[in-house]
């Protein structure tokens, strides 16, 4: 019996559906959270995973895993240093000392310099915080040295110098964020997304601290606004946190790296599994939490990947 078009043209659609069906697959994936109070000093209430509703690009997902880190759970952390900073940052370098020799031995920590598009380190990771502090130095390069501090964080995310795949991966830029391909505010600036994207890819959590060093013309200004926006978007991207004042510069870091060891302290540890098609993709990821007095700090955009369905 011969079928008519029509027919035939119908049995196609549904192949086609079918197919299309097929592609879609389970993917997993993880993310740092952070969880702290509005009034410092509080102790975090109880937080739990009935709490709490996640959607992957606007989609229901489903949170595979709710859990605090423990205090001795490893931590991978570089300070990304700008190469084209102002010799004024030297005046931080005790603030910076004092944060790394206050760091407890679970975290092991580096100090890289971006230069020409690259994360330039001068040691390998270490719990011997002591040593890592003998490559701190004061940076003094030409505005713009580093190239672009978004090439420099590609470059550390491709690069990453753990080797702990359980540990969390943190990431302090010391910078003014100016691109200086797109030094207007762009937020689809192509060099800031791809740095979000490759940092995602790394599982890399990422704080900034603003550091200008462009002097005070209107230009130098605008500059900053940009800088320090573009910033803000990278942090909030990654789940970190970006820390400003006013757009000058900040009279000491003390007050900044106190809040990263409380940020350390109270992170949470994220499980999701959502559709995809197939292969690794980045997605947007929110998060809606009941936790009355808390304030809730999650990634924007999360990594989805087929092979870590169990």
Same mark, same amino acid.
């Given at each position: 019996?011969?079928?008519?078009?029509?027919?035939?043209?119908?049995?196609?659609?549904?192949?086609?559906?079918?197919?299309?069906?097929?592609?879609?697959?389970?993917?997993?994936?993880?993310?740092?959270?952070?969880?702290?109070?509005?009034?410092?000093?509080?102790?975090?209430?109880?937080?739990?995973?009935?709490?709490?509703?996640?959607?992957?690009?606007?989609?229901?997902?489903?949170?595979?895993?709710?859990?605090?880190?423990?205090?001795?759970?490893?931590?991978?952390?570089?300070?990304?240093?700008?190469?084209?900073?102002?010799?004024?940052?030297?005046?931080?370098?005790?603030?910076?000392?004092?944060?790394?020799?206050?760091?407890?031995?679970?975290?092991?920590?580096?100090?890289?310099?971006?230069?020409?598009?690259?994360?330039?380190?001068?040691? /390998?990771?270490?719990?011997?915080?002591?040593?890592?502090?003998?490559?701190?130095?004061?940076?003094?390069?030409?505005?713009?040295?580093?190239?672009?501090?978004?090439?420099?964080?590609?470059?550390?995310?491709?690069?990453?110098?753990?080797?702990?795949?359980?540990?969390?991966?943190?990431?302090?830029?010391?910078?003014?964020?100016?691109? /200086?391909?797109?030094?207007?505010?762009?937020?689809?600036?192509?060099?800031?997304?791809?740095?979000?994207?490759?940092?995602?890819?790394?599982?890399?959590?990422?704080?900034?601290?603003?550091?200008?060093?462009?002097?005070?013309?209107?230009?130098?200004?605008?500059?900053?606004?940009?800088?320090?926006?573009?910033?803000?978007?990278?942090?909030?991207?990654?789940?970190?946190?970006?820390?400003?004042?006013?757009?000058?510069?900040?009279?000491?870091?003390?007050?900044?790296?106190?809040?990263?060891?409380?940020?350390?302290?109270?992170?949470?540890?994220?499980?999701?599994?959502?559709?995809?098609?197939?292969?690794?993709?980045?997605?947007?990821?929110?998060?809606?939490?009941?936790? /009355?007095?808390?304030?809730?700090?999650?990634?924007?955009?999360?990594?989805?990947? /087929?092979?870590?369905?169990?």
């Amino acid at each position: 019996m011969k079928m008519s078009a029509r027919a035939i043209a119908a049995a196609g659609t549904l192949l086609l559906m079918a197919a299309s069906a097929g592609a879609q697959s389970m993917g997993a994936g993880q993310a740092v959270v952070t969880v702290l109070t509005k009034h410092e000093g509080e102790v975090p209430s109880s937080v739990a995973q009935q709490d709490m509703a996640i959607k992957l690009d606007g989609k229901a997902a489903k949170v595979t895993k709710w859990k605090q880190y423990e205090p001795d759970n490893k931590i991978e952390l570089v300070l990304l240093i700008d190469g084209g900073a102002r010799s004024s940052l030297g005046r931080q370098m005790g603030d910076i000392q004092n944060f790394i020799n206050a760091l407890p031995p679970n975290i092991l920590a580096g100090i890289a310099y971006m230069q020409n598009g690259q994360a330039l380190f001068s040691g /390998p990771l270490s719990a011997d915080h002591a040593t890592v502090l003998k490559n701190l130095h004061v940076t003094g390069g030409m505005v713009g040295s580093s190239a672009s501090p978004y090439f420099c964080l590609s470059d550390l995310a491709r690069q990453w110098p753990g080797q702990d795949p359980a540990a969390r991966r943190e990431v302090v830029m010391i910078t003014d964020g100016v691109d /200086p391909y797109q030094q207007q505010f762009d937020p689809s600036d192509p060099y800031v997304l791809a740095s979000i994207n490759d940092a995602v890819h790394a599982r890399l959590v990422v704080y900034a601290i603003y550091w200008g060093s462009r002097g005070f013309s209107v230009a130098a200004q605008m500059d900053t606004s940009a800088g320090q926006n573009l910033l803000g978007e990278v942090a909030a991207a990654t789940g970190g946190k970006s820390f400003y004042m006013g757009t000058g510069n900040p009279v000491s870091f003390e007050g900044y790296f106190q809040e990263l060891i409380r940020r350390f302290r109270n992170q949470w540890e994220l499980g999701f599994e959502g559709s995809l098609n197939g292969r690794p993709q980045v997605e947007d990821l929110r998060l809606k939490m009941h936790a /009355p007095g808390t304030e809730i700090d999650a990634p924007q955009r999360v990594l989805l990947d /087929p092979a870590a369905v169990r």
